[in-house]
């Protein structure tokens, strides 16, 4: 536990350091990638509202040839359940507990896909979160009832380190997309 409170911290502040903005370029992997597994179909992608250094996962919307059926974004509950809700860019957001912005609650979905910030992550694809345990909680019940979510963490590629410690609780990505491509 002690090592992954230094690891966060040592890449909080790398990310901090090292902070660039992306060109959409940087998600042409992505595209091509939802492409081969959405075929022409209408999904539901869930992302997060970028803070504290957070890659923008907002350069998706100048891609206007996605079919997204809807664009999500998390909210926390007062027990610290994470679910997802529908919301479009321009729509009003509120400020949670955490400082992080979220859209109103309206009528809570499952998404297709998940975009998973993250502070560092290894060759396995798991990734190393905040430590409140919000997207693995999620995935881990979600994973089982809807085996088909495709989990896809945004990173850049100086946050890849060599192994991270793992416990049971923690999930495996599918996918973890950089600036040099996807793993």
């Known amino acids: 536990m002690q090592q992954k409170i230094l ?7 790398l990310r901090k350091k090292k902070y660039y903005d992306v060109s959409k370029s940087f998600f042409l992997p992505f595209l091509k990638l939802i492409q081969s597994n959405f075929k022409k179909q209408l999904f539901k992608i869930a992302l997060y509202y970028p803070s504290n250094y957070e890659l923008n996962v907002l350069k998706l919307f100048e891609f206007n040839k996605i079919l ?3 664009t999500l974004l998390p909210v926390i509950d007062k027990n610290n359940i994470m679910t997802f809700f529908p919301w479009k860019k321009n729509d009003i957001l509120f400020v ?9 609650k309206t009528q809570a979905k499952v998404p297709d896909v ?7 992550f290894d060759e396995n694809k798991y990734r190393l979160g905040y ?4 997207y693995d909680r999620y995935l881990n019940k979600y994973l089982k009832q809807f085996n088909n979510i495709l989990t896809v ?31």
């Open 96 to 104: 949670n507990k955490f400082g992080i912005l979220e859209p109103a």
């Open 153 to 183: 963490g945004v990173a850049f590629s100086f946050q890849k380190y060599n192994k991270l410690p793992i416990n049971q609780n923690d999930v495996k990505l599918d996918f973890i997309i950089t600036e040099k491509g996807i793993y």
């Open 7 to 13: 690891l966060r911290k040592k890449y909080l502040n």
């Open 131 to 134: 430590g409140k345990g919000f």
């Open 68 to 70: 997204i059926q809807d």
């Open 114 to 120: 998940i975009l998973v910030p993250i502070l560092a």
